[in-house]
């Protein structure tokens, strides 16, 4: 039977990762929705934490890479403010790609630059952008949406499918699956910063449009259909799915505690039942969510089959997900009129977490 109880070394990384959520994330999510974008000094607190960079130490980084070590952190940090931890996991997906999925040149050379890109519906069976292999180099044509970071950073992770295996309706064919660097400059690509989003407001995100771009062979991290690729991307999955779990969780703690505060008709309303069995309901799907991502975390640490993490990485975001949509919409609930007021940030991670989808 799967033991899920941390380690004391993840317990102390949740308590750290934890305490800069509260005095860090939270109290700066309001700002950075407004601006748009992450801190620059609280992205250097958070790589000082050592907490954002898994990558070896011998390329600077804090250590190899966990995914339930980083599913706890991505809990958590979600738990702080969803738009922030989407900004700062989204930075980290582009050089893990490249750990995953490159050579050495390949990692020493592109992993200290950030980027992230989406994938459409976060599924592999969602992957439609193509790459046609001709002579040294690959056509690329297709859209990428929402893509975290997408206008600035440089050099850009993009996953692609190569041109011809697109697999069946809902069921992805990972073998054709791969991953490009993309250039800074170059012709037949289309950004557009994506703008009056609905939420993850301080995820600055962009869309792609390739048509027919060229680019070279030798960006192709390792070759196509390498694991690597497959495991970046339901890393990416994996971690989402944390951050929708501490949302939900922060959108739960702050409505119980509104509730037992809220005096109604002579007494709390936290103990009328209408709201108790709004709050049991939404800590017990809270705990099934959580677990199911738990679980998918152990099987990237582990030895499973590709095809069998990609499903269950899929189906944990997608309850995860749900469960951060339905929970914040609660809050707003529980909280009546004050949950759509800016004084309170309920309004705001009902936003982030539609957003999520």
């Given amino acids: 039977m799967l033991n899920f109880a941390p380690t004391e ?105 950030f980027f992230a890109e989406r994938t459409g519906g976060y599924e592999l069976a969602d992957i439609r952008a193509t790459a046609h292999p001709e002579g040294d180099h690959y056509i690329v044509n297709g859209a990428k949406r929402d893509v975290i970071h997408g206008s600035a950073s440089s050099p850009r992770v993009v996953l692609l499918r190569i041109e011809g295996t697109e697999g069946t309706e809902g069921s992805a064919d990972l073998d054709g699956l791969c ?14 910063t994506d703008a009056q989003k609905l939420g993850l407001i301080a995820a600055p995100s962009a869309s792609y449009d390739f048509t027919n771009a060229s680019v070279a062979a030798s960006c192709m991290l390792g070759e196509p259909g390498n694991s690597g690729v497959v495991r970046a991307a339901t890393l990416f999955n994996i971690l989402r799915a944390g951050v929708a779990c501490g949302m939900a969780r922060g959108a739960l703690e702050y409505a119980i505690n509104y509730a037992r505060d809220r005096i109604a008709f002579g007494r709390p309303i936290a103990s009328y039942q209408g709201i108790a069995f709004m709050v049991a309901e939404m800590a017990m799907k ?39 949509k339905s929970a914040t919409l609660d809050a707003v609930q529980i909280m009546g009129g004050a949950g759509f007021m800016q004084d309170h940030p309920a309004e705001m991670w009902v936003r982030n977490a539609a957003a999520m989808e």
Avoid: C
């Avoid at 748009?36 to 250097?44: F, T, V, Y």
């Avoid at 991953?179 to 557009?192: E, H, N």
């Fill in 9 to 113: 070394e993840q317990e102390e990384i949740r308590n750290l990762t934890r305490s800069v959520a509260v005095e860090q994330l939270r109290p700066r999510g309001r700002d950075s929705e407004r601006s748009g974008d992450i801190p620059p000094e609280l992205m250097r607190t958070l790589a000082q934490t050592g907490l954002t960079t898994p990558f070896p130490e011998s390329l600077g980084g804090s250590g190899t890479i966990e995914a339930v070590t980083y599913t706890v952190i991505a809990e958590e940090l979600g738990f702080g403010d969803g738009a922030l931890a989407m900004n700062i996991l989204g930075s980290l997906m582009g050089p893990l790609t490249v750990l995953l999925a490159g050579d050495e040149q390949q990692q020493h050379q592109y992993i200290p630059p």
């Fill in 179 to 192: 991953a490009l660097m993309v250039p800074a400059q170059i012709d037949g690509v289309r950004i557009r």
């Fill in 286 to 324: 809270l705990d099934a969510a959580r677990l199911y991502t738990w679980r998918a975390a152990t099987q990237w640490d582990g030895d499973v089959d590709l095809a069998s993490l990609v499903r269950d990485a899929e189906a944990a975001q997608r309850q995860a997900i749900k469960l951060a």
